[in-house]
């Protein structure tokens, strides 16, 4: 093929990775983009600096309505679809805002996909077709106060009374809490670690948002108390026991994320492109001049080198093939090249970059957080390590 038969260079997509997608992947991607663009974008630096995320019940009934919760499950009124759909959501939603994804993934990832691998028939029969409507709003209860990357030594217990579960405990710095009407909780027990469907209405359950944050701002992010509350024995999920239950739950999201820092990271990319294409100093664009030009090379190297991790992923995800240590080599990779490439928006785009008027600072503040949760850099630093060497540096 000779040079003048070959495609035109892309500056969105210089690798050519749209040609991966089949014409349905694109259009979940276009459906998401434009969702995004109409009801986040106009208000997101508002919401941040308010540090709130207002009508948060009728954005979810949106997304529902998409098909974007729990939209990678089955049945249930889940939309079904594949691994990679999913992924290019989750790229859409942070492309918009850290929160907005956090929002997605907490309720299909981490309280839908619960209810649905470990949940009985009756369980994901009253809970699931409203979840996935947007209609009620889950959350997934694990990290503690003073355990998070230690869940096996989590306080909250369950105990038997006669049939009932009786739960107490607290948990920290979870997602939809606040306004959740369902929470998936992890507790000790006698037998193990198990998993308790509580619906947020239960006497002695509650959850106080938790304020004063520096990153994901446009996020609701709640405690959870539970005291003495009270649960039928049909409320714990029969399906697993022990922390494979937790544990697979949070791979599942992790998977998420993979794609959504990819979002966060294009959208600062794309702020800084522009910026140095119109930004004139010493008489021209600073966009012309060698270093700035050596900053947006290596940013979108790392960019489209992530994006096509992640979309590896989700085809051995779709294959049945993908393993908690790839999850955990995507995530501690695609997060850590984010921030760098947020961090670098920054600086060609000055003064300016630290105004809401531009997204790159916002994103840089929520990769902060997105970088500990789930996984910190150093836990999937020691699971690729114990993966590569054979050797449990975990202890």
């Given at each position: 093929?000779s040079?003048s038969?070959l495609?035109?260079?892309?500056?969105?997509?210089?690798?050519?990775?749209?040609?991966l997608?089949?014409?349905?992947?694109?259009?979940?991607?276009d459906t998401?983009?434009?969702w995004?663009?109409?009801?986040?974008?106009p208000?997101?630096?508002?919401?941040?600096?308010a540090?709130?995320?207002?009508?948060?019940r009728?954005?979810?009934?949106?997304?529902?309505s998409?098909?974007?919760?729990g939209?990678?499950?089955t049945?249930?009124?889940?939309a079904?679809?594949s691994a990679?759909?999913?992924?290019?959501?989750?790229?859409?939603?942070?492309?918009?805002?850290?929160?907005?994804r956090?929002?997605?993934s907490?309720q299909?990832s981490?309280?839908?996909?619960?209810?649905?691998k470990?949940?009985s028939?009756e369980?994901?029969?009253?809970?699931?077709?409203?979840?996935?409507a947007?209609?009620v709003?889950?959350?997934?209860?694990?990290?503690?106060p003073?355990?998070?990357s230690?869940?096996?030594n989590m306080?909250?217990?369950?105990?038997?009374?006669?049939?009932d579960?009786?739960?107490?405990?607290?948990?920290?710095?979870?997602?939809?809490?606040?306004?959740a009407?369902?929470a998936?909780?992890?507790?000790r027990?006698?037998?193990?670690?198990?998993?308790?469907?509580?619906?947020t209405?239960?006497?002695?359950?509650?959850a106080p948002?938790?304020?004063?944050?520096?990153?994901?701002?446009a996020?609701?992010?709640?405690?959870?108390?539970?005291?003495?509350?009270?649960?039928p024995?049909?409320?714990?999920?029969?399906?697993?026991?022990g922390?494979r239950?937790?544990?697979?739950?949070?791979s599942?999201a992790?998977y998420?994320?993979?794609?959504?820092?990819?979002?966060?990271?294009?959208?600062?990319?794309?702020?800084?492109?522009d910026?140095?294409?119109?930004?004139e100093?010493?008489?021209?664009p600073?966009?012309?001049?060698?270093?700035?030009?050596?900053?947006?090379?290596?940013?979108?190297?790392?960019?489209?080198?992530?994006?096509?991790?992640?979309?590896h992923?989700?085809?051995?995800?779709?294959?049945?093939?993908?393993?908690?240590?790839?999850?955990?080599?995507?995530k501690l990779?695609?997060?850590?090249?984010?921030?760098?490439i947020?961090r670098?928006?920054?600086?060609?785009l000055?003064a300016n970059?630290?105004?809401?008027e531009?997204?790159?600072?916002r994103?840089?503040?929520?990769?902060?957080?997105?970088l500990?949760?789930?996984?910190?850099?150093?836990?999937?630093?020691?699971?690729l390590?114990?993966?590569?060497t054979g050797?449990?540096?975990?202890?």
């Amino acid at each position: 093929m000779s040079a003048s038969t070959l495609p035109p260079f892309d500056p969105a997509d210089p690798l050519g990775i749209d040609d991966l997608l089949s014409d349905e992947d694109k259009a979940v991607r276009d459906t998401v983009r434009q969702w995004a663009a109409d009801r986040v974008l106009p208000h997101i630096a508002e919401w941040y600096e308010a540090g709130e995320l207002p009508g948060i019940r009728d954005l979810a009934r949106e997304l529902g309505s998409i098909g974007a919760l729990g939209m990678s499950l089955t049945g249930y009124g889940c939309a079904g679809a594949s691994a990679v759909q999913y992924g290019l959501a989750c790229l859409e939603l942070e492309a918009a805002d850290s929160g907005i994804r956090s929002l997605v993934s907490v309720q299909g990832s981490l309280a839908m996909y619960a209810i649905w691998k470990f949940g009985s028939e009756e369980q994901k029969q009253q809970w699931l077709p409203r979840m996935a409507a947007g209609e009620v709003i889950g959350c997934f209860g694990l990290t503690e106060p003073d355990h998070g990357s230690d869940p096996a030594n989590m306080r909250t217990f369950a105990k038997r009374d006669g049939s009932d579960w009786i739960l107490n405990g607290r948990k920290m710095w979870i997602t939809n809490g606040s306004v959740a009407g369902v929470a998936v909780v992890w507790a000790r027990t006698d037998d193990g670690v198990r998993g308790f469907v509580v619906p947020t209405d239960a006497p002695g359950f509650s959850a106080p948002e938790i304020k004063h944050k520096w990153s994901l701002r446009a996020s609701v992010t709640s405690e959870l108390v539970l005291d003495d509350v009270r649960l039928p024995a049909d409320a714990v999920l029969p399906e697993v026991k022990g922390l494979r239950g937790p544990l697979s739950c949070l791979s599942h999201a992790r998977y998420g994320i993979v794609w959504g820092a990819m979002g966060a990271a294009r959208a600062s990319f794309e702020s800084a492109l522009d910026y140095a294409k119109t930004r004139e100093q010493f008489g021209k664009p600073i966009g012309g001049f060698q270093l700035t030009q050596g900053k947006l090379a290596d940013m979108a190297v790392e960019l489209h080198k992530g994006v096509l991790l992640a979309h590896h992923l989700g085809r051995r995800l779709d294959a049945g093939k993908l393993r908690p240590e790839q999850v955990s080599f995507g995530k501690l990779n695609n997060v850590r090249e984010a921030i760098e490439i947020c961090r670098t928006s920054r600086t060609i785009l000055g003064a300016n970059g630290i105004s809401l008027e531009y997204p790159v600072m916002r994103h840089a503040t929520n990769l902060e957080s997105v970088l500990t949760y789930e996984g910190t850099v150093e836990m999937h630093q020691l699971v690729l390590g114990k993966a590569l060497t054979g050797l449990d540096a975990f202890r």
